[in-house]
C-alpha cells in the first residue's frame, strides 16, 4: 500500500484529517502523521482537546504555529502533503522576507507559517498543498482587490508550485450545507501532475474536465476565454501595487491555474444532477429528543422576527452622525426543503440572532438547531465534539462555534479521492 504522509496545520477538530480518512483504499492511503491547532486568546483549547480525544496525542501541537516553526522546528516531519484552513485576515507584507515580523494583521500571519514551512524544508517540501479558506479571499482587501491572493500565488509560485483553485458551494455538489468555500491545489515541480499542467496546451481542458478539482466537482463546459495575466515584482512590490488602482472587482475569477506566476481565470459553473441532501434530512423530527432550552419562549419570538426581517431604520453613530441603516429580510423560519444556509461561529446561545439557524417543528413550535444537527451539516460523525479529556464534555455554545469554523468532511473526501488518482 501506498502511504501518502499528510500534516494538518489549523487542524481544528479534524476535519482535513476525517475526509482524507474516507478517501483512503486498499491501494492508497492518507496517513495524518502530525497535526497543530492553536486557538488565540483561549486557554482551555476546546478544538485541540477534543483532536486528541478523537485521534490521540501522538504527534499533535497544541502551540502557537510560528513559534513551532521559529523555535522548534524540527518537530515538524517531512511530509508528502500539507494541508490545512488557514484564517483569512491581511497578506500584505509590511518589510522584506527575511525579517521576521514582516506583515500586518493579527491572523494574515499564519499563511506565512506555511510558507516557511515551505521554504524552510527545501528540497524535502511536501509535494502537495490542499487548502481552504473563505471566498472573499480572492477579492481582499476591499482596497486592493485581489491582492492578498496574488501574494499567495506568487509565493508559492517562487517556491516551484504550480497551483489550481475552485470556490466551491458544498451545496452544489448534493451535500446538506450552501458553504462557499475556496480550495487551493498546489503541486511541486517534478510531480506527475505539475508536469501534466505544464504540458497541458488548453489551460481551458484542466479547469474544466483534466485537473484534479475537476474531476472531483464537475462543472460545464467553459464558453468564454479565460483571463490571462502575469503577477510581476517581487512579494513587497505586489503588496504594495497589485490592484492599487483600486478597481471594484477582482481580477480572480471563481476558478483557475497558476503557472510559472502565470494566471488562468474565468468563471465556472457547477455541473451536478446527483441525488441532494436537505435540511429536513439532517434534523432531528422527534421533538422530544431536543432539549428543552433550544425551543423559542414564544415572548421572545417577536425579537426573532424583528432581527431577521428586513428593515430600514434611522440610527446616530457615537458622534452623533446620524444614517439610514438597511437590511434585507432572511427567510424565517429556515426552509426545510434546502441545504441548510452556512453555519457561523455565533450559532450557539439561545439570545435572538439574525444569523442562527431557526425551524419550525412539526407540532408548530420554534427551535434552534442543536450541535448533533451541525455536526451532521459539515458531515462529521456523530458528537465527534462532544468529549474533551478526563471525560469533560464541551459547552454547547463551544461546540456550535467550532462547527462554524469547520468545513464540509465530503467535500475533503471527493478532493482527496481526485488527488489520489494523479499521484
Given at each position: ?67 513551532v516553526v521559529e523555535h522548534k522546528f524540527n518537530q515538524i516531519p ?50 502537495f498543498l490542499l487548502l481552504e479558506n ?290
Amino acid at each position: 500500500m501506498m502511504k501518502i504522509n499528510v500534516i494538518e496545520l489549523f487542524a481544528g477538530v479534524g476535519g482535513f484529517r476525517l475526509g482524507l480518512d474516507l478517501a483512503s483504499n486498499e491501494e492508497s492511503k492518507f496517513e495524518t502523521i502530525w497535526s497543530s491547532q492553536w486557538e488565540p486568546g483561549t486557554k482551555l483549547q476546546y478544538a485541540s482537546q477534543i483532536y486528541i480525544n478523537k485521534f490521540g496525542p501522538k504527534n499533535h501541537s497544541c502551540e502557537d504555529i510560528q513559534e513551532v516553526v521559529e523555535h522548534k522546528f524540527n518537530q515538524i516531519p517531512d511530509h508528502d502533503l500539507l494541508v490545512g484552513g488557514f484564517p483569512c485576515q491581511d497578506y500584505s507584507v509590511a518589510r522584506t522576507l527575511s525579517q521576521a515580523k514582516r506583515i500586518f494583521g493579527k491572523k494574515g500571519v499564519l499563511w506565512w507559517s506555511i510558507f516557511n514551512i515551505l521554504n524552510m524544508k527545501k528540497d524535502k517540501a511536501p509535494s502537495f498543498l490542499l487548502l481552504e479558506n473563505v471566498d472573499r479571499l480572492l477579492k481582499s482587501p476591499s482596497g486592493q482587490r485581489g491582492r492578498d491572493f496574488a501574494v499567495m500565488l506568487a509565493s508559492l509560485s517562487d517556491l516551484g508550485y504550480v497551483v489550481e483553485w475552485r470556490i466551491i458551494n458544498a451545496a452544489d455538489y448534493g451535500f446538506p450545507q450552501r458553504r462557499r468555500r475556496v480550495f487551493i491545489t498546489g503541486y511541486k515541480k517534478g510531480t506527475k501532475v505539475y508536469k501534466k499542467i505544464k504540458a497541458e496546451k488548453n489551460i481551458n481542458k484542466w479547469i474544466e474536465q483534466k485537473g484534479v478539482i475537476a474531476n472531483a466537482f464537475p462543472i460545464e463546459k467553459i464558453k468564454v476565454r479565460l483571463d490571462e495575466f502575469k503577477i510581476e515584482g517581487d512579494l513587497k512590490h505586489i503588496s504594495d501595487n497589485f490592484s492599487s488602482n483600486k478597481p471594484t472587482k477582482s481580477p480572480f475569477e471563481n476558478s483557475g491555474v497558476m503557472i510559472n506566476r502565470k494566471v488562468y481565470t474565468t468563471k465556472t459553473i457547477p455541473n451536478y444532477s446527483g441525488k441532494r441532501t436537505l435540511l429536513s434530512d439532517i434534523i432531528i423530527h422527534d421533538e422530544e429528543k431536543i432539549p428543552a432550552e433550544y425551543y423559542i419562549r414564544k415572548e421572545d419570538l417577536y425579537r426573532w422576527e424583528y432581527l431577521k426581517g428586513g428593515k430600514k431604520e434611522k440610527r446616530k453613530s457615537k458622534g452623533g452622525f446620524e444614517y439610514f441603516y438597511s437590511e434585507g429580510p432572511m427567510v424565517f423560519p429556515d426552509s426545510l426543503n434546502k441545504p441548510s444556509r452556512t453555519i457561523v461561529t455565533g450559532e450557539g446561545g439561545s439570545s435572538p440572532s439574525r444569523f442562527k439557524h431557526v425551524i419550525k417543528t412539526k407540532s408548530g413550535r420554534y427551535r434552534r438547531l442543536i450541535p448533533l444537527e451541525l455536526e451532521k451539516l459539515n458531515m462529521f460523525p456523530d458528537n465527534h465534539t462532544r468529549d474533551l479529556l478526563n471525560g469533560k464534555q464541551t459547552p454547547d455554545v463551544k461546540r456550535a462555534f467550532i462547527m462554524g469554523n469547520a468545513l464540509v468532511v465530503g467535500v475533503i473526501q471527493k478532493l482527496g479521492e481526485s488527488l489520489l488518482k494523479y499521484i
